[in-house]
């Protein structure tokens, strides 16, 4: 990644930062973290706060950790945690030895406890869950104090020690902070700090503990211990902040750092709720987590997508405290931008239709030296043969047409990409009236020139029937037909909005022989289609997979209007 591509506009996060190193707090220093939980794949607004986090801490010559908050074993997996580690090394960043555990601070966590128990600040609780929700009273009515809540330092104690040596079952205690129940924060109502999780194998910690922290408890106290200075996350953990810093200023960690809230992102036509998505896949509406349909980075990935143009789309959207949904149109014309520079050109029959030049040199194959990008001479150049018979796209054909279509028409004329000159004579059908083939004669003096007087309008893509390559094209569409389709105004579940038409499969498509080469993962312009990636998955022995990462428009642009209108 450039230096310029870290450069970014001012936002209130890096006028905070700026102001904190003007004043010299924090001895000037900048220490970030991205802390995201192993229980499924990070999505596109985990791209925005990988983003800001790693961004600032470039920026301002800080440091920035990977922490991982597995403090709940029932969710996390390890699958996900090396997902979540190859996505933030795709998208650009490197985090060195800065990679931490929630749960490399397990025992200094039940130590603050400890302190908090033995100041009369914690207790442990043997409501049941449901008694807990009651006792705590409502956004209107206060709570009111547990029976349990004036247990002596040494009962609490002793029982968090027992809790802790397995001898209670799950739910029947917890660990639970003294704050205030008539606090109008519910947060600040006695929150629970310790639940007890038996009998799960902890992937960093195995069976060693069966007493598990709360993320509000975790969090602040594994920031202080890792020195972050600025604990950046989204704006729904504004109500929370007042227990981050409650649990920082009861017990004696070393540092106290700032938190700071900004707006998640929402983005048109998907999902950012975990739990949605984790829906999505275990119940087959998509083929996994890193379906090119899905908004993961994963998924994204897999489609197409560049990290560059997912770190100017969170350029471009920017960091604020107010919330909004994104249009998809923008991060869809990111990409296209970075692709319309940095992809290869080639072609692509996705419909075929075979075509018969009737004069041409029976048996003569010519080589045709095209250029892999029309402005950039570096990419250099690539051989095409020409054949005699060709493939083109069924939709550049109709046997009648009127004067806007520019293709061919039976009698028309239409230039081929970079080759010649043809004319439609004929139109051969099936049985059952179905076009399978057109019979066109060839001027020879049109090969990479267009003669004065000659005047054709239409230019269309082919491929040689001889020398093309079969391959499957799949084209990737929008995973919701509704551009917010969890909406709490509207009473459906969300799922009656998936898109019929995300996915088309193209099983007969021929592409030009050079494409056989391709790798994995490469991307390239499918001239007039739009842009591709060959697929990441790649059966052995198959055709070849294409995905379709975006079109050459947007084409969702004018059915949008058509709704709003």
């Not at 499924?40 to 922490?67: E, P």
């Not at 105004?489 to 050079?514: C, F, G, H, M, W």
């Amino acid at each position: 990644m450039s230096e310029d591509e870290t450069v970014v506009a001012g936002n209130f996060v890096r006028q905070i930062i700026e102001s904190d190193i003007e004043a010299g707090k924090h001895d000037g220093k900048v220490a970030t973290r991205f802390p995201p939980e192993p229980n499924g794949y990070l999505h596109i607004g985990h791209a925005k706060s990988i983003c800001l986090n790693f961004g600032i801490a470039m920026d301002y010559q800080g440091t920035c950790n990977l922490r991982f908050d597995d403090t709940n074993p029932h969710k996390e997996n390890v699958e996900y945690i090396e997902s979540i580690r190859q996505d933030v090394h795709w998208l650009g960043y490197d985090w060195g030895e800065r990679l931490y555990y929630a749960s490399n601070y397990f025992e200094r966590l039940y130590e603050y406890a400890v302190e908090l128990i033995t100041a009369g600040k914690a207790y442990v609780c043997d409501l049941t869950a449901d008694e807990t929700r009651e006792y705590r009273g409502t956004l209107t009515a206060a709570g009111k104090p547990s029976p349990f809540r004036e247990r002596s330092v040494e009962e609490n104690l002793d029982l968090l020690q027992r809790m802790r040596a397995g001898e209670f079952e799950d739910g029947a205690r917890v660990l639970r902070a003294k704050i205030d129940m008539s606090s109008p924060n519910m947060n600040m109502r006695d929150p629970t700090l310790y639940r007890i999780r038996r009998g799960v194998i902890h992937h960093q910690t195995g069976e060693s503990w069966c007493i598990y922290p709360m993320y509000d408890f975790t969090h602040p106290v594994s920031d202080a211990l890792e020195r972050i200075t600025h604990s950046i996350c989204t704006l729904e953990f504004a109500d929370h902040r007042p227990l981050y810093d409650w649990i920082l200023d009861n017990t004696s960690v070393p540092c106290h750092p700032q938190q700071i809230e900004f707006s998640r992102l929402n983005l048109e036509y998907t999902v950012m709720s975990k739990r949605k998505l984790t829906a999505l896949v275990d119940e087959g509406c998509v083929e996994g987590w890193d379906d090119p349909r899905m908004p993961t980075i994963a998924g994204l990935r897999r489609r197409g997508f560049t990290p560059g143009s997912i770190r100017e789309f969170c350029t471009r959207i920017g960091v604020s405290k107010s919330e909004n949904t994104v249009q998809m149109g923008m991060l869809e014309s990111c990409i296209r931008e970075d692709l319309n520079v940095n992809s290869q050109r080639r072609m692509a029959v996705l419909h075929p239709l075979k075509v018969v030049i009737t004069d041409y040199p029976e048996g003569q194959v010519e080589q045709l030296e095209v250029a892999n990008h029309p402005q950039d001479e570096s990419m250099g150049v690539r051989s095409i043969p020409f054949t005699g018979e060709l493939y083109i796209d069924k939709n550049d054909f109709l046997e009648t047409a009127s004067k806007k279509f520019k293709r061919l028409v039976t009698g028309g004329e239409v230039r081929l990409r970079n080759a010649y000159v043809i004319r439609c004579n004929e139109v051969i059908k099936d049985a059952a009236g179905e076009i399978i083939e057109l019979h066109c004669s060839y001027d020879p003096a049109t090969l990479g020139a267009n003669p004065e007087g000659r005047k054709v309008k239409g230019v269309i893509h082919w491929v040689s029937v001889e020398y093309g390559v079969e391959a499957e094209v799949r084209l990737y569409d929008r995973l919701f037909s509704q551009p917010v389709p969890d909406s709490a105004k509207e009473d459906k579940d969300y799922r009656e909005y998936l898109n019929p038409d995300s996915l088309r499969t193209l099983t007969q498509s021929i592409v030009e022989p050079a494409l056989a080469e391709a790798n994995p993962g490469e991307r390239f312009q499918f001239e007039r289609e739009g842009y591709f990636c060959v697929d990441l998955h790649q059966p052995a022995g198959s055709p070849m997979i294409f995905n379709r990462t975006v079109t050459l428009r947007d084409s969702w642009a004018k059915i949008e209007e058509k709704q709003k209108a």
